[in-house]
């Protein structure tokens, strides 16, 4: 097999990637390890940026994000039983974000390359990258036998191959295998784990407040988000290591409640919990996110941890920045845009750790926390409330920073 840029890995990096590429009449094939199912219902976050939304509808890929899609104004900040509604468009001259999962980014990006685009294997597992030092970087993969191969991460059954091409995209995810062709001793990796995870519900019940609501409590933080006007979406801190199934529904709706409690006549609508699951914590960067003909882009590149809600827009903005540069390679023959391309992503990926590791500390509670540290959490809570100046820092940084 024979194509310009392999892509591995369809989540919203590499699904993007190869609608972009597609428009721009540059072919690409898609290796996926597991079924179309479960990329379809992989829980992520679901908060578009509006450069993000932008992208997708240049893409001709927001025909049903327009339709159904939820624009939020702004989010709630809650802390000491008090609400402080923090006005995007007030602050930002005009910006707002998108609520539309990322399982729906996914099946609309994945039916359109289906129908559209160049070939997307699912069941497909990239085995190695090869060769990415020279002009004729290779992927090695396998494809799940006619056995069906199950969900392509037992390592076991099916027929091996190789994708020849010029250019390797690592979209794999944080697990995935493409990083794993960068020497050690070339890359640098910076890393940071939280000694909690967030307990994630999604519940059939209409969410419980029009905007997000993040919530700082001195028994740990908890978010209140949403799927759609009948589908709540709630987290809950919980300690490192939590197993879900440790969690009856009536003590999650429990929790819930004593850290959204408020003053005034807010009350938390509760619902049928149909899923159940523990996220953990982890701020991660590997530098330089290219090697020669490889390159890496959203979590295989960089993890956020998701208080920000930044990591889908992280992988729309390398992607952009990959698509122009080849383009642009194609088009002049310079491969200036490729070598900066690290570079251009990075400035913006650390932005999104800075503010990332800023959510997360502002709103969660350390198992050693002290008096002191939550009386500070609390001050910068205020700080945020009560002054112009930081409340427009932290909604021009929720609503995102240009890409390139
Ligand atoms: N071969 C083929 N595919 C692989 C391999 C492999 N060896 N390893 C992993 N994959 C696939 C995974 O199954 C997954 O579908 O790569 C995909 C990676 O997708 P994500 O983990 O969603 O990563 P990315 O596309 O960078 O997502 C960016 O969007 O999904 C949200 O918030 C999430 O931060 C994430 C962001
Ligand atoms: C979500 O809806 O899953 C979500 C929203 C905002 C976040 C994280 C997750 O910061």
């Known amino acids: 097999m024979r194509t310009t840029v392999s892509i591995i890995g369809a989540g919203p990096a590499g699904l993007l990637l190869a609608r972009l590429l597609h428009n721009a009449g540059i072919d690409s094939v898609v290796l996926e390890s597991r079924d179309r199912a479960y990329v379809e219902r992989r829980q992520r976050a679901g908060i578009l940026e509006q450069g993000t939304v932008d992208v997708l509808r240049a893409?001709?890929?927001?025909?049903?994000?327009?339709?159904?899609?939820?624009?939020?104004?702004?989010?709630e900040l809650r802390y000491d039983r008090r609400r402080h509604r923090v006005d995007f468009p007030a602050l930002t001259g005009g910006k707002s974000v998108m609520v539309y999962a990322q399982t729906e980014v996914c099946k609309d990006l994945i039916a359109l390359q289906l129908d559209e685009g160049g070939p997307l294997l699912f069941e497909t597992e990239a085995l190695a990258v090869e060769d990415a030092e020279t002009g004729h970087?290779?992927?090695?993969?396998?494809h799940a036998g006619a056995d069906g191969g199950g969900d392509g991460a037992d390592g076991g059954s099916g027929v091996e191959d190789v994708l020849e091409c010029d250019y390797v995209v690592g979209c794999d995810g944080f697990r995935g295998v493409a990083r794993a062709a960068v020497p050690s001793?070339?890359?640098r990796t910076f890393e940071r784990t939280y000694p909690f995870g967030w307990l994630g519900i999604l519940a059939d019940v209409p969410p419980s407040h029009d905007e997000l609501?993040?919530?700082?409590?001195?028994?740990?933080?908890?978010?209140?988000?949403?799927?759609?006007p009948s589908v709540s979406r709630l987290y809950l801190q919980v300690p490192e290591g939590t197993d879900a199934g440790s969690w009856s529904d009536e003590e999650i709706w429990a929790e819930l409640e004593?850290?959204?409690?408020?003053?005034?006549?807010?009350?938390l609508r509760r619902g049928p919990i149909t899923q159940k699951s523990v996220t953990p914590m982890r701020s991660y960067v590997h530098e330089p996110m290219r090697h020669g003909?490889?390159?890496?882009?959203?979590?295989?590149?960089?993890?956020?941890?998701?208080?920000?809600?930044?990591?889908?827009?992280?992988?729309?903005?390398?992607?952009?920045?990959?698509?122009?540069?080849?383009?642009?390679?194609t088009r002049t023959g310079s491969e200036d845009l490729l070598d900066t391309y690290s570079a251009t992503c990075l400035r913006?990926?650390?932005?999104?750790?800075?503010?990332?590791?800023?959510?997360?500390?502002l709103l969660h509670r350390a198992p050693d926390a002290t008096p002191f540290d939550d009386r500070l959490q609390v001050a910068r809570l205020?700080?945020?409330?009560g002054s112009r100046a930081a409340g427009t820092d932290l909604a021009e940084a929720y609503t995102g920073f240009p890409i390139g």
């Open 59 to 75: 893409a001709g890929a927001a025909e049903r994000m327009d339709r159904e899609g939820l624009r939020h104004d702004g989010i």
């Open 137 to 142: 970087p290779r992927v090695r993969f396998r």
């Open 185 to 187: 001793g070339v890359g």
């Open 213 to 228: 609501v993040y919530a700082r409590h001195d028994r740990g933080f908890a978010l209140l988000s949403m799927r759609s």
């Open 258 to 267: 004593r850290r959204f409690e408020t003053d005034d006549e807010w009350a």
């Open 293 to 329: 003909r490889l390159f890496l882009a959203g979590d295989a590149a960089h993890i956020v941890p998701p208080t920000g809600a930044k990591g889908l827009n992280l992988a729309v903005g390398d992607v952009v920045t990959f698509a122009r540069a080849l383009v642009h390679r």
């Open 348 to 361: 913006r990926v650390w932005q999104a750790e800075r503010f990332s590791y800023d959510m997360t500390t």
């Open 382 to 385: 205020d700080r945020i409330a």
